[in-house]
């Protein structure tokens, strides 16, 4: 088994607090198709915003992560329980889990013990699902800023893993019964500020600033303000790609 990629074990504030959540649509169209509400897994879990929804209709969710300052940052509630645990080995019983979420973090996952796992705890017919959002979208004068800033000066410092982000997740394996998921965006209002911290939480900007000591979002803070005007918000779009099936 791989040693796991953990690019998220400090920064868990920012993450926190810029990180958008993910849209109620993907909720609905996960219950619409899960058989039982008993126990949920949220895998990857970060900062826990995927388990705090679940734990609205579960009776008990499982949220586990390799960082413990992910965790640190994650919202208590009494029917979540967070495990500081790889995603290809946990202390779950066999058979014991209804539905199984990894949102924006299977692409960090060693796949085929994660999913020799995954058919170990899920139940026989368990609704298995992992989900992505790929590149923010605003008007088009800021969508050429950072389309410059994500493809021209942060691109060499991402880590190989994001190729599968930017293929829609279409590209990752998938040994479950498909079923077809809906188009789905997130859509939040930011202030130029709140899009600063959101881009300071990439990996990609994260390493650039391990590598040459200094923040790349300066590079664009002239140009972005220009585009962004004087309007104290601005609608971001992240389109949303989900692979859902059950597990046999």
Same mark, same amino acid.
């Given at each position: 088994?791989?040693?796991?990629?953990?690019?998220?074990?400090?920064?868990?504030?920012?993450?926190a607090?810029?990180?958008?959540?993910?849209?109620?649509?993907?909720?609905?169209?996960l219950?619409?198709?899960?058989?039982?509400?008993?126990?949920?897994?949220?895998?990857?879990t970060?900062?826990?915003?995927?388990?705090a929804?679940?734990?609205?209709?579960?009776?008990?969710?499982?949220?586990?992560?390799?960082?413990?300052?992910?965790?640190?940052?994650?919202?208590?509630?009494?029917?979540?329980?967070?495990?500081?645990?790889?995603?290809?080995?946990?202390?779950?019983?066999?058979?014991?889990?209804?539905?199984?979420t990894?949102?924006?973090?299977?692409?960090?996952?060693?796949?085929?013990?994660?999913?020799?796992?995954?058919h170990?705890?899920?139940?026989?017919?368990?609704?298995?699902?992992?989900?992505?959002?790929?590149?923010? &979208?605003l008007? @088009?004068?800021?969508?050429e800023? %950072?389309?410059?800033?994500?493809?021209? /000066?942060?691109?060499? *410092?991402?880590?190989?893993?994001?190729?599968?982000?930017?293929?829609?997740? &279409?590209?990752? @394996?998938?040994?479950?019964?498909? %079923?077809?998921?809906?188009?789905?965006? /997130?859509?939040?209002? *930011?202030?130029?500020?709140?899009?600063?911290?959101?881009?300071?939480?990439?990996?990609?900007?994260?390493?650039?600033?391990?590598?040459?000591?200094?923040?790349?979002?300066?590079?664009?803070?002239?140009?972005?303000?220009?585009?962004?005007?004087?309007?104290?918000?601005?609608?971001?779009?992240?389109?949303?790609?989900?692979?859902?099936?059950?597990?046999?």
């Open positions: 088994m791989k040693q796991p990629i953990d690019n998220f074990s400090t920064g868990g504030e920012g993450y607090l810029y990180r958008p959540e993910s849209p109620k649509e993907v909720f609905d169209f219950y619409a198709h899960v058989k039982g509400f008993d126990s949920a897994w949220d895998c990857g970060g900062n826990g915003q995927v388990a929804k679940l734990a609205e209709r579960f009776k008990a969710v499982y949220a586990t992560d390799i960082s413990e300052d992910q965790l640190k940052h994650a919202p208590q509630r009494d029917n979540v329980i967070y495990r500081q645990e790889r995603a290809e080995k946990t202390a779950f019983p066999d058979h014991s889990l209804d539905l199984i990894v949102a924006q973090a299977i692409h960090w996952f060693d796949f085929e013990p994660f999913y020799k796992e995954v170990r705890v899920a139940k026989p017919g368990a609704l298995f699902a992992a989900w992505t959002y790929s590149l923010l &979208k008007t @088009p004068a800021i969508n800023v %950072i389309n410059h800033f994500y493809l021209r /000066i942060t691109h060499p *410092y991402w880590d190989k893993q994001r190729d599968y982000v930017d293929a829609k997740y &279409k590209t990752i @394996p998938f040994p479950f019964k498909e %079923i077809k998921a809906p188009e789905m965006y /997130i859509i939040r209002s *930011y202030t130029l500020e709140q899009l600063m911290g959101y881009l300071r939480t990439w990996s990609g900007v994260r390493h650039y600033i391990e590598k040459e000591k200094s923040d790349p979002t300066d590079l664009i803070m002239d140009d972005l303000k220009k585009a962004w005007g004087s309007i104290e918000k601005q609608a971001v779009r992240w389109p949303v790609h989900v692979r859902a099936g059950f597990v046999s």
